[in-house]
């Protein structure tokens, strides 16, 4: 009988101690929103804030309209890497987030998996208006930035009319990407730092200087749980270990600490 009970009393204690682990785990770790055209970058930093701190990452990846209204409706995030400053911005300016910063500007290209485009075009328009591309993809404008400022480059070159009957929308970059990458569309317009992948690599792009730089914010949503953390991270992003990943990636990256003053 009394084996039994100091049993008990060791099951409960067990118990106890990894339920107390597990919450401090929790309380330690963070829950990342990221726009889907940083997801390559971010694995990266947040593989090596890891391994520098022991501290878990847990990132969500999707467009930053779908993130922002996630946000909105209470998502546990912690922090929100967005690929615009209007969401960010927004989301400060409705008592959901701090003060946002700008973390890095992005550029977009247009990419195809058929590297015989690139060097056959010779530029981007070329390839959208001449070289038999039947479908093109693009993040969602309404959602992604950067299919807004492809659409807007679009526009500007007069070609948004020729390619729009072309186009077929993602609901990000990297779905855009994957159109591209599968071969259901001939070329998209993507990020430049998902050409620095794997994936991306086996292709070529087009440079579009048309398309604006893409400035990116991030925040730290104002009910996370763990904003000492947060901060922890957010001095990495500024470190020179994590300016080196992001200038590899093709981003043009802002000097200034991330921590809101």
Same mark, same amino acid.
């Given at each position: 009988?009394?084996?039994?009970?100091?049993?008990?009393?060791?099951?409960?204690? %067990? #118990?106890?101690?990894? =339920?107390?682990?597990? *919450?401090?785990?929790?309380?330690? &770790? +963070?829950?990342?929103?990221?726009? @889907? /055209?940083?997801?390559?970058?971010?694995?990266?930093?947040?593989?090596?804030?890891?391994?520098?701190?022991?501290?878990?990452?847990?990132?969500?990846?999707?467009?930053?309209?779908?993130?922002?209204?996630?946000?909105?409706?209470?998502?546990?995030?912690?922090?929100?890497?967005?690929?615009?400053?209007?969401?960010?911005?927004?989301?400060?300016?409705?008592?959901?987030?701090?003060?946002?910063?700008?973390?890095?500007?992005?550029?977009?290209?247009?990419?195809?998996?058929?590297?015989? %485009? #690139?060097?056959?075009? =010779?530029?981007?328009? *070329?390839?959208?208006?001449?070289? &038999? +591309?039947?479908?093109?993809?693009? @993040? /969602?404008?309404?959602?992604?930035?950067?299919?807004?400022?492809?659409?807007?480059?679009?526009?500007?070159?007069?070609?948004?009319?020729?390619?729009?009957?072309?186009?077929?929308?993602?609901?990000?970059?990297?779905?855009?990407?994957?159109?591209?990458?599968?071969?259901?569309?001939?070329?998209?317009?993507?990020?430049?730092?998902?050409?620095?992948?794997?994936?991306?690599?086996?292709?070529?792009?087009?440079?579009?200087?048309?398309?604006?730089?893409?400035?990116?914010?991030?925040? %730290?949503?104002?009910?996370?749980?763990?904003?000492?953390?947060?901060?922890?991270?957010?001095?990495?992003?500024?470190?020179?270990?994590?300016?080196?990943?992001?200038?590899?990636?093709?981003?043009?990256?802002?000097?200034?600490?991330?921590?809101?003053?």
């Amino acid at each position: 009988m009394l084996r039994k009970k100091n049993l008990a009393l060791w099951i409960c204690g %067990l #118990c106890f101690f990894l =339920g107390f682990s597990g *919450n401090s785990l929790a309380d330690s &770790g +963070l829950t990342v929103a990221v726009a @889907a /055209n940083f997801a390559p970058a971010m694995e990266r930093i947040s593989r090596n804030f890891t391994g520098k701190t022991g501290i878990p990452v847990q990132v969500s990846v999707s467009s930053s309209g779908r993130l922002y209204a996630q946000i909105r409706n209470g998502a546990p995030f912690d922090l929100f890497f967005s690929a615009d400053q209007n969401r960010p911005e927004r989301l400060f300016q409705e008592g959901r987030c701090e003060q946002p910063m700008v973390y890095v500007n992005g550029v977009v290209v247009l990419w195809s998996r058929n590297t015989a %485009l #690139c060097s056959e075009a =010779g530029s981007w328009q *070329n390839a959208v208006s001449g070289f &038999g +591309l039947k479908k093109i993809g693009m @993040a /969602n404008p309404e959602l992604a930035p950067y299919g807004a400022v492809a659409k807007n480059a679009l526009l500007a070159e007069k070609l948004w009319n020729r390619a729009q009957d072309r186009l077929v929308f993602g609901n990000n970059v990297a779905q855009a990407f994957q159109y591209a990458a599968s071969g259901a569309a001939d070329a998209s317009f993507i990020a430049l730092s998902l050409t620095n992948t794997p994936r991306g690599e086996q292709g070529c792009f087009l440079p579009v200087p048309e398309a604006e730089p893409v400035a990116q914010s991030a925040c %730290l949503v104002r009910n996370s749980n763990n904003r000492k953390t947060a901060d922890k991270f957010l001095t990495f992003m500024s470190s020179e270990e994590t300016k080196t990943i992001l200038l590899q990636y093709g981003y043009r990256t802002k000097p200034k600490n991330l921590k809101p003053e």
